[in-house]
Nanobody, 123 residues
Framework: QVQLVESGGGLVQAGGSLRLSCAAS????????MGWFRQAPGKEREFVAR????????AYADSVKGRFTISGDLDSNTVYLQMNSLSPEDTAVYYC????????????????WGQGTQVTVSS
């Protein structure tokens, strides 16, 4: 089983920034795209952002547009999430996700998930 390894979570003050990173555990593993989801206490997991390697096409949830930026490297199956202007509402466990083929990507159903990294934004 290929695993996604996340890092970069932590505690920041409102208005601050964090950069999350995620990479596949195997260099031979390839993905069609990768993305980020988050889940706050008592809430359902929600989509944050994703990137399609073909053309570096990106998509964002309305709640993070203009504040978060997703980027990555296809060859290393690495994805980043630059989070700026953070607010307490962004506090959640952030999960890295991967779409191993176009089928999963267009179905909006990642088939690989990371363990999650905690992001806490204090006021």
């Amino acid at each position: 089983q290929v695993q996604l390894v996340e890092s970069g979570g932590g505690l920041v003050q409102a208005g601050g920034s964090l950069r999350l990173s995620c990479a596949a555990s195997r260099r031979t593993f390839t993905t069609y795209g990768m993305g980020w989801f988050r889940q706050a206490p008592g809430k359902e997991r929600e989509f944050v952002a994703r990137i399609r390697w073909s053309g570096d096409t990106t998509a964002y949830a309305d709640s993070v547009k203009g504040r978060f930026t997703i980027s990555g490297d296809l060859d290393s199956n690495t994805v980043y999430l630059q989070m700026n202007s953070l607010s307490p509402e962004d506090t959640a466990v952030y999960y890295c996700a991967a779409y191993s083929s176009r089928y999963y990507y267009f179905a909006s159903a990642p088939d690989y998930w990371g363990q999650g990294t905690q992001v806490t934004v204090s006021s």
